[in-house]
């Protein structure tokens, strides 16, 4: 599932096609929304809070989008979709006169005035990756969970807003902490160090958790369960973390992680 970095960078990329242009394309292929039509409108940005991103238009609306699992956005020069906006699981198509997003798989589209943003947002804890983020905030909300294990706080968006599988494991990893450990204990500073990796991540030519890319170099633990830790050689384990129901994986070395 895309995580906060993945968001900026698309948040970026369509801020690029799409800021200060009016729309000349703006068709929304979610249910109710089957017969808006933004055209007209000027996106005046797009504006990435935690994993959801909120594209603002000059119009008093706000276009809500979540990638969840699958969800992209492709950018293609107007005219040049060759039928990719037609595809029977776009979701959504902006287009300016220069530029067309398609957007494919969208877990969710929604849309707001935008005063009413709290409505779609509200409910997230503070973002990892926003300009202002008080990471001593963060540090508290997380320890603030007591017993929850702290690979499951670190996955509630309620709590902090921005981490998933990746950097749950990357961050985890970085600083020694086992993911199933007391979230109350732990006093390492992992939501600044998950904050640096996928703002360093967002900045790089392609995503990388570890700052390297290529084949099999991106990432250190996330999806490398059985295979060497790069820093001890232990093999790499994955637990399952979170409630009953919504369990996701964690990956970890149980040398360098000790319970
Ligand atoms: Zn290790």
């Given at each position: 599932m895309p995580e906060g970095d993945i968001v900026l960078r698309v948040a970026r990329r369509m801020d690029a096609a799409l800021a200060g242009q009016r729309?000349?394309?703006g068709e929304l292929?979610?249910?109710r929304l089957g017969d808006t039509d933004l055209a007209g409108a000027v996106v005046l940005g797009n504006h990435p809070v935690g994993k959801h991103l909120l594209t603002r238009l000059d119009d008093g609306r706000t276009l809500h989008t979540h990638l969840?699992?699958?969800g992209s956005w492709w950018i293609t020069r107007a005219g040049e979709e060759r039928g990719a906006d037609r595809a029977h699981r776009v979701r959504a198509v902006l287009g300016t006169e220069r530029w067309t997003c398609i957007g494919r798989l969208l877990g969710m589209v929604d849309l707001v005035r935008t005063r009413d943003e709290h409505l779609v947002v509200g409910h997230l804890g503070p973002d990892l990756l926003a300009d202002d983020v008080d990471l001593?905030?963060?540090g508290e909300r997380v320890r603030a969970q007591r017993e929850r294990p702290i690979g499951a706080v670190l996955l509630d968006q309620t709590v902090v807003a921005g981490i998933g599988t990746l950097y749950l494991a990357e961050s985890l990893w970085a600083h020694h902490v086992h993911p199933l450990r007391p979230a109350r204990e732990v006093t390492e500073p992992v939501c600044a160090t998950a904050r640096h990796l996928m703002l360093r991540s967002a900045d790089s030519p392609l995503p990388t958790a570890t700052g390297e890319n290529g084949p099999g170099r991106d990432k250190h633990v996330h999806?490398?369960?059985g295979r060497p830790c790069r820093r001890c050689g232990t093999p790499i384990v994955e637990?399952?973390?979170g409630p009953p129901g919504m369990e996701r994986p964690a990956f970890f070395c149980p040398h360098c992680q000790p319970a």
């Open positions: 729309l000349v394309r292929r979610w249910g969840r699992m699958d001593e905030e963060c999806g490398r369960a637990i399952q973390v």
